[in-house]
């Protein structure tokens, strides 16, 4: 029997999620406590009556998604999770912000149940839920028949003024409403409030005007007035076509007699004395902390028992839609779990290739094959398909396809929005569905890198393309020449990036990318022509997997070693050809994977890299992450630590020592030979 919702049962709730955070801050001496006492009502009226859940199982396939994009307010969030029965302690909301918690500062996807994504770096949530939203839209296209089947599922999430502030949320509030992405609802809590004061400050456009001329539909509500809040959602749910933002004025520190609508309710806590006039003002017992009344127990627990017989009602209309069409059934659950042809590495080394071609151009042929192997691939570029050869052949564009829905396609047009790019795609793994690739320059995942972060943060299974990798992609100059790059992007920890040398490299690194990734992986291309090269008999692809190897060993302990990523690898292999006409021995060591060879017993390493023998480390990029391989011998690097030139490659090789003739001398010089 389900409790009725009386005027004052609703206040009790309302005041148990605002008093849970206000106690967690104040215990933890930190936190953001004025957020979650605004949205209090607003977040409660959203959960109890509107979001599809089932607490029992927080990755239930059909579940709607809520995202905090303003993750500063996290112990809203957790307030929620605990009340409404997912697996987080009363005690866990008790050690708010303290170590080995599930409730840390800001919320992170993987420590806490019913956490959808890590969310803090403001516009990073925005930005993911329409990846969310994409995914879900895309699902239903290609395997629901009209309501029936997966994909209903609606994303929701409530966003700040500094989500709005940040220039992620531009782009991707840009790409939702041109897709008309009608399953994406945000409730953007307008408290006008900054960490530095009112946002008359710093922020003074017309949201509304902003998101209506990006085709988003724009509602306003009062956030103390749940009826209007209902309504909204309501209509936001009938809008099909348009993503919907409802604009909901709230008053942060809501109850705080002292900080109310003051900047001082947002990143501090309300300290023993406010605190003690809030409880007072809103007619809350000062004793005990972290209350929860049993009346408020007693609705919830009527309420969670409902959401989980509309799970139960849900999962028995999937299976009727499985029973009338049981091809789409079987396509969804192949591309939900793939199974993978146990000649994966050989099939994709052979798509490839072994003739001497630029490592995008394989790597494409590699997306064509996979495609045919694993239906959940879907991806695309920041308006460079073309470039980054990344566009599966035979499949429409998304939003464009001439299909009964446009959805119904793999390949994803992004427009020149590398920061929103990544988000979306971490957002499309995070659904479970598909597997994402994106694309783009090797120098504008700067403009990348806060989502790349998250990724690998998350362990989102993400796959980022990245070409043009060196100077010697030439007359573009050095504003698209990456120096510093390679080194930047293999600082991010649990971020796994290839740099291959040839095909055989580049089948096997996206080979062991959808084998044995755990989490995001980058592939590190190069737009010019990689001459083939021979390698020691012996050699199998899965070598690669080791991230470095001997491609010519010369010999059990060699005078040099040459440790070279990528286009440098050929070019190393020539030099050792010149350092052996004047009676040098050198291994030539290509290390595509610097983490997975990093990930390899310390005998692997010792094994290619003698003890006292001299490494050269070869890269066209700055290469610092290369000197970790020292050894005994400082290293030499052949490398580069200046911007580039606009010049045509060759010419370039030649200004700057990439070549095997200037390597050679640079040895020799070295080892005093």
């Known amino acids: 029997m389900t409790t009725e919702l009386t005027p004052a049962l609703r206040a009790q709730i309302e005041n148990t999620i605002r008093f849970l955070a206000v106690d967690a801050v104040e215990r933890a001496t930190c936190g953001h406590p004025g957020a979650p006492m605004g949205l209090a009502r607003t977040a409660f009226e959203l959960w109890d009556h509107h979001l599809r859940f089932d607490p029992t199982d927080p990755a239930w396939p059909l579940r709607d998604r809520f995202v905090l994009s303003a993750g500063h307010a996290s112990m809203l969030l957790y307030s929620l999770l605990h009340l409404y029965g997912f697996d987080l302690s009363l005690d866990e909301l008790v050690r708010f912000r303290q170590l080995d918690s599930k409730t840390p500062g800001h919320p992170e996807h993987g420590d806490t149940p019913g956490v959808e994504v890590t969310t803090g770096p403001l516009g990073q949530g925005f930005a993911h839920g329409v990846g969310m939203a994409l995914a879900a839209r895309m699902t239903r296209a290609q395997f629901a028949v009209g309501e029936e089947g997966p994909g209903h599922q609606l994303v929701y999430g409530i966003v700040s003024d500094g989500d709005l502030m940040e220039g992620v949320s531009y782009e991707a509030s840009s790409v939702a409403g041109h897709l008309g992405l009608g399953n994406l609802i945000y409730l953007y809590d307008s408290n006008r409030i900054t960490i530095d004061g009112g946002t008359d400050l710093s922020f003074t456009e017309d949201v509304g005007a902003r998101f209506e001329a990006q085709r988003w539909h724009v509602q306003r509500a009062d956030g103390e007035d749940y009826e209007g809040i209902a309504r909204a959602l309501a209509a936001a749910r009938a809008e099909r076509e348009r993503p919907s933002l409802v604009i909901v004025r709230t008053t942060i520190g809501y109850g705080s007699p002292g900080k109310a609508g003051t900047s001082k309710a947002h990143g501090e806590r309300l300290g023993a004395d406010e605190v003690r006039k809030t409880k007072e003002a809103l007619g809350w017992p000062l004793e005990p902390t972290f209350l929860v009344p049993d009346a408020v127990r007693g609705y919830l627990a009527g309420r969670i028992a409902a959401k989980q017989a509309e799970r139960k009602a849900a999962d028995a209309r999937l299976e009727r839609w499985r029973d009338a069409h049981p091809e789409r059934a079987a396509a969804f659950e192949a591309t939900r779990s793939p199974r993978l042809p146990s000649t994966l590495l050989a099939d994709l080394v052979a798509a490839a290739g072994v003739k001497a071609d630029a490592t995008r151009k394989q790597s494409g042929q590699v997306i064509q094959k996979l495609a045919e192997l694993v239906p959940s691939l879907v991806g695309g570029s920041a308006d460079l398909a073309g470039s980054n050869n990344t566009t599966i052949e035979g499949s429409p564009f998304v939003g464009t396809a001439a299909a009964a829905d446009r959805f119904a396609g793999r390949n994803l047009h992004f427009g020149v929005r590398e920061h929103s790019m ?57 504003t698209h020449q990456p120096i510093e790059h390679l080194d930047a992007l293999r600082a991010i920890p649990g971020l796994t990036l290839f740099r291959p040398a040839d095909g055989v490299e580049v089948g096997a690194a996206w080979a062991w990318a959808l084998e044995r990734a755990r989490g995001p992986v980058a592939f590190v291309l190069s737009r010019q022509t990689v001459p083939a090269f021979p390698r020691d008999p012996g050699f199998e692809p899965a070598h690669v997997w080791r991230g470095a190897y001997a491609v010519q060993r010369a010999g059990e302990r060699p005078d040099v070693v040459l440790l070279a990523t990528g286009s440098e690898v050929p070019t190393a292999c020539d030099a050792a050809a010149k350092l052996a006409e004047g009676g040098l021995a050198a291994r030539v060591v290509s290390a595509p994977s610097l983490e997975l060879f990093d990930a390899e017993p310390e005998a692997w390493r010792r094994e290619l890299l003698p003890a006292g023998v001299p490494v050269v480390g070869v890269e066209a990029a700055r290469a610092g992450s290369l000197l970790r391989y020292a050894g005994s011998w400082p290293m030499l690097l052949c490398n580069l630590d200046r911007f580039g030139m606009s010049a045509p490659h060759t010419d370039l090789a030649e200004r700057f020592g990439f070549t095997g003739a200037a390597i050679a001398a640079k040895v020799r010089a070295h080892l005093g030979r």
Not at 426 to 450: E, H, K, Q
Request: glycine share 8%.
């Open 422 to 478: 990544a988000d979306i795609a971490n957002g499309i793994a995070l659904d479970g569905t598909f597997r994402p690739y994106v694309a783009t320059f090797l120098v504008f995942s700067d403009y990348m890198r806060p989502a790349v972060r998250l990724a690998s943060l998350m362990r989102t299974r993400s796959l980022f393309v990245f070409t043009h990798d060196s100077i010697l992609l030439g007359e573009d100059g050095p």
